[in-house]
Nanobody, 118 residues
C-alpha cells in the first residue's frame, strides 16, 4: 500500500522559512506529477505548486517568488522551500502524487500544519 508522509511543518514568525518534505513508501511506479496543496480554515483546498518528471514547475500567484518546489526522483520525494512566509500562508499543506502505472492513480498525504505568526 502506498503512503505519502509529509514533514517539516511547524510554527514560524512572519518573514521566516520552512522546508516541507513528502516521501512515498510502498510500491509506487512512474510518478509523473508531484504537487503541494494547502487548505486554510474555512477555505477550499488550493494548489500551491507542482513539478513534472522533467522538472517543469508551476506556482500559485500568491506564492511565486517565495516558494520553490523540487523533487528527488530516486527517493520518491518532493520538497517545498517556503521563504518570506506570511500569516496568510497558514494552512495544512498536503502533497499529492500522480502515477500512471499500472493505472492512473492519485495519492494524497495526510497533511502537515504550517502556522505563520504575525
Amino acid at each position: 500500500q502506498v503512503q505519502l508522509v509529509e514533514s517539516g511543518g511547524g510554527l514560524v514568525q512572519a518573514g521566516g522559512s520552512l522546508r516541507l518534505s513528502c516521501t512515498a513508501s510502498g510500491r509506487i511506479f512512474n510518478i509523473n506529477v508531484m504537487r503541494w496543496h494547502r487548505q486554510a480554515p474555512g477555505k477550499q483546498r488550493e494548489l500551491v505548486a507542482g513539478i513534472s518528471t522533467g522538472g517543469r514547475t508551476n506556482y500559485a500567484d500568491s506564492v511565486k517568488g517565495r516558494f520553490t518546489i523540487s523533487r528527488n526522483n530516486a527517493k520518491n520525494t518532493v520538497y517545498l522551500q517556503m521563504n518570506s512566509l506570511k500569516p496568510e500562508d497558514t494552512a495544512v499543506y498536503f502533497c499529492q502524487y500522480n502515477s500512471d502505472y499500472p493505472s492512473l492513480s492519485i495519492y494524497w498525504g495526510q497533511g502537515t500544519q504550517v502556522t505563520v505568526s504575525s
